[in-house]
Every structure is written in C-alpha cells, then in structure tokens.
C-alpha cells in the first residue's frame, strides 16, 4: 500500500509500505477514506520534533472496515468508523477514569512501528474501544465526512480546552491562536454558551471563519497590546475563560495576561518552545486555574457526534485544501507556508 514517510526534515515521501494486516485479536484494518495534516506534524517536518527517518505520518481518519481479529464484536468489516488520534484498551484506570490518552497500553498513530493515517490502510489496536461506528449515509455525503473527520482530533482538543476552561452560558472567552484547534475552540464555545468569545490570530481568512464560527471580536495585536485589547473589550476586566491553543511562550503569556482574577485557562496548545511562560505568582495571586492537556478526544466523540449528525454543529471549514495521497508533500508545503488552514487528504482521490 502506499504511504507518507518522513526521512527528515522539510522531507516528506509517500512511498510503497507493507500492507496494513491484523496482529492481535482485538485489531481491526481500516482503508483511509478521509485523513488530513494537523499542525503539530509540522513540527517534525521543520525537524523541531524528533522522528526516525522512515517513520510513519498522520494521526487523524475515518474509512471502512475491511477486517478484523477474533476478539472484536463491536464493528465489522463493511462498518463507517472514526478514529481517535490515539488507540486506547478502554478497561485500564486512566480509560475508566476518562483520559484514553493516558491508556497504558495506548499508542498514537505514526508512532515508531505504528501506521500512519496519512496512507491507504491502518492497522487498529483494540478497536471495540479505540473505533467508533458511523452512519452508512455520511460515506455519500462530503461535507459530512469532513465534518466527522475533526472530531478525531481538533473539534475534541478545541473542546476539551472550553471544557477544561469552564466556559459556561454567559462567560466571556478568548481564544489565543487561529489555526485549526483554535477554530473549532471558538465552536466549542458557542456551544457552550458563551456570551462574548473574542479570537485572537493573525490571518484575516481564518478571523473571518473565526466569526462565521461565533468569535463577537477579533485581535490581530500582539504581546501586550494584544492583552490590552481584550482587556478593553471586557471592560478591563479580562476573561472568565481562556483558551490557549498555540502552545508558545507568547501565547501563554498572552493567556495569563487576558484571564481575569478567578477565571481559568484551557491549555491545548502543545508545549512547544514555552518552558519559561508560565508564571506560577500570577497564577497564585489571581487564584487563575490552569487545566487541561492531551486531549482525550475518544471521550468526547460520543458527546459531540449528534451535534455534528443534525448539523448543529460543522467544523467541516477548517479544511481549506483537498489533495490525493500522493500529493502529501504539497500539503506540508502548503501549510509550512501558512498558505492552508488544514489540508485535506483523501488517499483515493
């Protein structure tokens, strides 16, 4: 089958791989119908990130089941099914307790050894916990599709950040940072109620969706004037919720600076380059409240998927590009370049 590989940096290849086979009885194959590129795989195109040359790419898709071990009873081949960005066994304490990122006998796709989504085929460990089961329709429906593919990653992590901020009916939100995360943040938002969401970002396409998607202010300022703006927004006040969906030492600092004495910031920005951001005597005084990670996005499938069926809920936008598999290279290009929100890939088309 064919496949992304990385080989190093700013080195993207989609070459011939072994075919995507079972293992282990609870395994389940899956042929790719939609996967895309996320943001943080560009870390290890820059070679900001460490990967093996040879590794496999992508940690987000849906498709059709095409086999499955013994032990599986929950899907079947010929099953519509969605995929975390991380497998997980769904009896261990952290999966019982909510966080299947934090499953010890979890993975993530394109770890060393693992497939990649960003192929024609995945191999899926414990997939009676890790799939979930869609509807026979969305396979016709395009728009659809897209709209369930994001769930697997940045529609759950731009949740799990309002969720983990405690945006509430009536609060005040910022959301640092417009890319994919931050996008779908400001949807989680508005489900959530929130009465004032203010998107702070850069690029006047993704700030137009950010409205589209119910940000009532944008800010392009940065550092301290960007503060000083949603300061002024709410009234000198600052926020009650915070979304920090970036994961750098300014948007963090950024975060800290908008949150209003009492309120709380949903950190899902991956740590990137912001060891020294934080500051514990801000936070202490201002009693801030700073929560949130990895997201368990597996968990939030399950809440989010009939909002995304009746349509009251489509983060199908953030996708701006849709390329072949073989073109995997353009689509690194295209988003290094800050030329695409988030490209599609239909391994396929």
Request: hydrophobic share 40%.
């Amino acid at each position: 089958m064919r496949a992304a590989i990385i080989h190093g940096p700013y080195d993207v290849r989609v070459e011939n791989v072994p075919d995507a086979r079972l293992s282990e009885p609870g395994d389940a194959v899956v042929q790719v119908l939609r996967s895309c590129v996320c943001g943080t795989d560009l870390w290890a195109y820059r070679g900001e990130s460490p990967r093996r040359p040879g590794q496999r790419l992508g940690h987000e898709f849906l498709g059709t089941v095409t086999d499955t071990g013994p032990d599986v009873t929950a899907i079947r081949p010929g099953d519509l099914v969605l995929a975390p960005f991380a497998w997980s066994d769904g009896r261990c304490a952290p999966c019982a307790d909510g966080l299947p990122t934090s499953c010890v006998n979890g993975g993530l796709w394109g770890a060393v050894g693992a497939d990649g989504a960003q192929g024609e085929a995945v191999r899926v460990p414990y997939a009676d916990a890790t799939l979930v089961r869609l509807p026979s329709h969305a396979a016709s429906d395009d728009r659809l599709l897209n709209a369930l593919l994001a769930l697997s990653d940045v529609m759950g992590t731009g949740y799990h950040g309002a969720v983990s901020a405690d945006v509430r009916p009536g609060a005040a939100v910022a959301v640092i940072g417009d890319g994919a995360v931050g996008l779908c943040a400001v949807l989680a938002a508005r489900m959530l109620g929130a009465e004032q969401i203010i998107a702070l970002g850069h690029h006047p396409a993704r700030l137009d969706l950010a409205r589209s998607f119910g940000a009532t202010a944008v800010v392009t300022r940065r550092g301290e004037a960007a503060v000083a703006a949603v300061r002024e927004l709410t009234d000198g006040h600052g926020t009650h919720a915070t979304i920090e969906a970036v994961g750098t030492r300014e948007s963090m600092r950024a975060a800290l600076g908008v949150t209003r004495p009492g309120g709380a910031i949903g950190w899902v920005g991956a740590p990137h380059g912001n060891t020294d951001a934080l500051d514990p005597m801000t936070l202490f005084l201002h009693n801030i409240s700073l929560r949130g990670g990895l997201a368990p996005t597996r968990r939030y499938i399950d809440d989010l998927l009939p909002h995304v069926l009746d349509g009251t809920l489509d983060p199908s936008p953030v996708f701006d590009t849709s390329l072949p598999l073989e073109s995997v290279p353009a689509a690194y290009r295209a988003m290094d370049a800050r030329t695409a929100l988030k490209p599609l890939i239909t391994p396929g088309g």
